[in-house]
């Protein structure tokens, strides 16, 4: 199996600052990725897929790069409704897909 | 509007039976990849199964020849039978749809249907 490996476990940021989260493949993924973002009591919402595509109805705020092992969320001009727990997903080894294990954002 | 609804959670004995449906609407289920992904309570995000639009089925290894799934298309209906049920298996089961043209990633998710496996 494909590890996958998030960094840090949680972060917190004031409203209008800039956060990154990072995400690393036990192998090299290409650019097989997408980030989620969990809120308390609802499933997961798609975020990003192939590394750095922004599913539609997403804000332009949130933006993925990386390729090969290594992967980023931004997250830019942080508003509250952010606060939630980011999960990223490889999909490279499909139909075998694994996450990472979170990271969970706090608004001050 | 593409909409996916959970049943069939609850509690049940280690050992025991049980059968998710998702109840799916929006789209045909036949015409997508179907995805089961668990949760552990306070836990991260484990993929249990798919079904490819051809009805090719997957499994991870921690349920494979325990779980089993399958759709119903006359009924827009996705379904997870599980058998010789484990602590383990203790989550929050969601129902998802892959992106369209995209296999592996899931863009749809149901809210959800938690299964508490305890004696």
């Known amino acids: 199996d494909i590890q996958m490996t998030q960094s840090p476990s949680s972060v917190s940021a004031s409203v209008g600052d800039r956060v990154t989260i990072t995400c690393r493949a036990s192998?090299?993924?290409?650019?097989?990725l997408a980030w989620y973002q969990q809120k308390p009591g609802q499933a997961p919402k798609l975020l990003i897929y192939?590394?750095?595509s922004l599913q539609s109805g997403v804000p332009s705020r949130f933006s993925g790069s990386g390729s090969g092992a290594d992967f980023t969320l931004t997250i830019s001009n942080l508003q509250p409704e952010d606060s939630a727990t980011y999960f990223c997903q490889q999909a490279r080894a499909f139909p075998s897909i694994t996450f990472g294990q979170g990271t969970r954002l706090e608004i001050k | 509007e593409v909409q996916l609804e959970e049943s069939g959670g609850g509690l049940i004995q280690p050992g025991g039976s049980l059968r998710l449906s998702c109840a799916a609407s929006g789209f045909s289920v036949s015409d997508n990849y179907m995805t089961w992904v668990r949760q552990a309570p306070g836990k991260g995000l484990e993929w249990v199964s798919v079904?490819?639009?051809?009805?090719?089925?997957y499994y991870a290894d921690s349920v494979k020849g325990r779980f089993t799934i399958s759709r119903d298309n006359s009924k827009n209906t996705l379904y997870l039978h599980m058998n010789s049920l484990r602590a383990e298996d203790t989550a929050v089961y969601y129902c998802?749809?892959?992106?369209?043209?995209?296999?592996?990633?899931?863009?749809?998710w149901g809210p959800g249907t938690l299964v508490t496996v305890s004696s």
């Open positions: 079904i490819s639009s051809g009805g090719r089925t």
């Open positions: 192939a590394a750095s």
């Open positions: 998802a749809r892959d992106l369209e043209g995209i296999a592996g990633y899931i863009e749809s």
């Open positions: 192998q090299g993924i290409s650019s097989w």
